[in-house]
Nanobody, 125 residues
């Protein structure tokens, strides 16, 4: 079974950087996507970035485009979300997600079957 374990959350000042990692295991195919969702108190869950395991294609939400970078570390079976120029509105619980997709065009309309436990990110102003 697919298992996702997030790490790297914490407190960062506005304008700073933070690196989230998702250790992934249990895939039975080489074609899957891993991504990140976040949910702030009182707000809807938001899909912010995802990456293909096979060719590295990425997709970003407009809210993080140009600031966040998602990447694969295949040797470590880890996906990294590099958060740069953090803003207070980035404060949320961040969840690693995964599923067996050949392509993803819109994270909002994609149903992800596998979720990590979440990690808190707090950006202070």
């Amino acid at each position: 079974e697919v298992r996702l374990v997030e790490s790297g959350g914490g407190l960062v000042q506005a304008g700073g950087s933070l690196r989230l990692s998702c250790a992934a295991s249990g895939f039975t195919s080489d074609n899957y996507y891993i991504g990140w969702f976040r949910q702030a108190p009182g707000k809807e869950r938001e899909g912010i970035a995802c990456i293909s395991s096979s060719d590295g294609r990425t997709l970003y939400a407009d809210s993080v485009k140009g600031r966040f970078i998602i990447s694969n570390d295949n040797a470590k079976n880890t996906v990294v979300l590099q958060m740069n120029n953090a803003k207070p509105e980035d404060t949320a619980v961040y969840y690693c997600v995964a599923d067996y997709f050949l392509s993803v065009s819109d994270m909002r309309t994609t149903i992800w079957d596998y979720w990590g436990q979440g990690t808190q990110v707090t950006v202070s102003s």
